[in-house]
């Protein structure tokens, strides 16, 4: 399905700037399976990479100046030079590339002038990193159409910087990774702290599943207090217990846990605290079940991470919650939210007969609340990351 999209970004690319790109590169958005917030404290993540995708055409220019415009962005070309680049010199859509291109010249890199054509067909505010996917899409373009040489794990960290310090959403370093490092048919076991990684095969078809994922069309963001707050106050707990991170704190279950989150003195942090050592201890618990063969058993895990997300991090909604209960009761083996939170999308780990069954439920769920959206489904097949298209 990409080449035939990568011709239509080039014609488009022909059709606003007069001229043929240099060339078209795609960076796919992601779902996470399991390890939510736990990237900014050091710890696991298992993203899969989607089919959808950010796609970028691009030419360079010779005088400084900087053209970017979108297919999404309501039509117009938005214009500025490389010289002014500085966190708010660029709002809105265009924040994005203008990040890239500045996180690159600030990091020691010339860069030209240049112009830039954007599609994506990654659901916007979803919490499938279509941010992440767009840059990680420029950012790749750039250092592979300028001869950079930045591998792989550096630019998702460069592209981590570029939505941090110049778009201003606190966000860790899993989506970029994601989107950059992905492999098809697998899902990526990546350490935050020491970009490590490895492919863990996921053959969902040889194990007669499918992954649903549920858009709650509740759309989240980034860089509202809400993220940052939580961010914040897992350092704050970091710093209590003496530790870099979390990650630090030995996975500890029962009197062992409880007896550690008692040295917090509130308990907004003891839960925060709980939700990103249980998590991660579900990372690797999914790992493992994967290496075995075993993703059935992956379904209470993934469960298990919705009810910490619900009850002790306070990052779900009433949507994310009715998606999940109906779908359990429908007959899934288990779902939760994936991504940052507070709307966005479920996944759903069920076998395909009963995806019929699980969709109507959770669709007529949603139109029993009068102001809710309707929900929106697509099953996910383990995709490439970030690629040169043509």
């Known amino acids: 399905m990409n080449q035939p999209h990568a011709a239509v ?5 022909a059709a606003l700037y007069g001229r043929e790109p240099e060339g078209v590169w795609q960076a796919p958005g992601r779902i996470n399976l399991i390890g939510e917030h736990t990237d900014y404290n050091d710890g696991f993540v298992l993203p899969v990479a989607l089919p959808h995708a950010a796609r970028v055409a691009v030419a360079r220019r010779d005088d400084g100046v900087v053209r970017v415009h979108s297919s999404q962005g309501g039509g117009s070309v938005v214009e500025f030079t490389v010289e002014s680049l500085a966190p708010g010199s660029v709002a809105g859509w265009a924040a ?19 112009d830039l054509h954007l599609d994506s067909d990654v659901p916007f505010g979803a919490g499938l990193s279509s941010s992440a996917a767009l840059q990680c899409a420029v950012l790749l373009a750039c250092d592979e159409l300028l001869g ?55 053959d969902l078809a040889a194990a007669g599943l499918v992954l649903l994922v549920v858009d709650t069309r509740v759309e989240h ?3 509202d207090g809400a993220y940052r707050q939580r961010r914040e106050g897992c350092e704050r707990s970091a710093d209590l217990l003496g530790v870099k991170a979390l990650r630090d704190v030995e996975a500890a ?38 290496d075995e063969g075993g993703l059935r058993a992956l379904g209470p895990v993934l469960t298990a991470g919705h009810a910490s997300q ?4 306070a990052i779900s909604c009433a949507q994310s919650d009715t998606a999940v209960d109906t779908a ?8 939760r939210q994936t991504g940052g939170g507070f709307g ?47």
């Open 148 to 202: 950079l040489g930045i591998d792989r794990p550096s630019l998702a960290r460069l592209a981590q910087r570029a939505e941090n310090d110049y778009v201003g959403a606190p966000v860790g370093v899993m989506d970029q990774t994601a989107s950059l490092c992905c492999a098809e048919g697998a899902a990526l076991f990546l350490d935050t702290r020491d970009m490590s990684q490895r492919q863990v095969p996921l």
């Open 9 to 13: 970004v080039a014609e488009e690319f």
């Open 221 to 223: 963001g980034h860089a």
């Open 96 to 114: 994005y590339p203008a990040g890239a291109l500045w996180v690159l010249r600030e990091g020691g890199h010339a860069v030209p002038g240049i």
């Open 328 to 335: 359990l009761v429908a007959g899934a083996l288990g779902a």
């Open 310 to 313: 619900r009850d002790d991090f």
């Open 253 to 290: 279950s029962g009197p062992d846990l409880d007896a550690l989150l008692d040295r917090l003195p509130e308990e907004e942090l003891r839960r925060l605290t709980r939700h990103v050592v249980t998590e991660n201890a579900r990372v690797l618990e999914a790992v493992r079940l994967l």
């Open 344 to 390: 966005g999308c479920v996944i759903v780990l069920t076998e395909p007969a009963l995806v019929p069954g699980i969709t109507a439920a959770i669709a007529a769920a949603y139109a029993a609340q009068e102001s809710w959206n309707a929900p929106a489904f697509f099953t996910a097949t383990p995709a490439p990351g970030a690629r040169r298209m043509r």
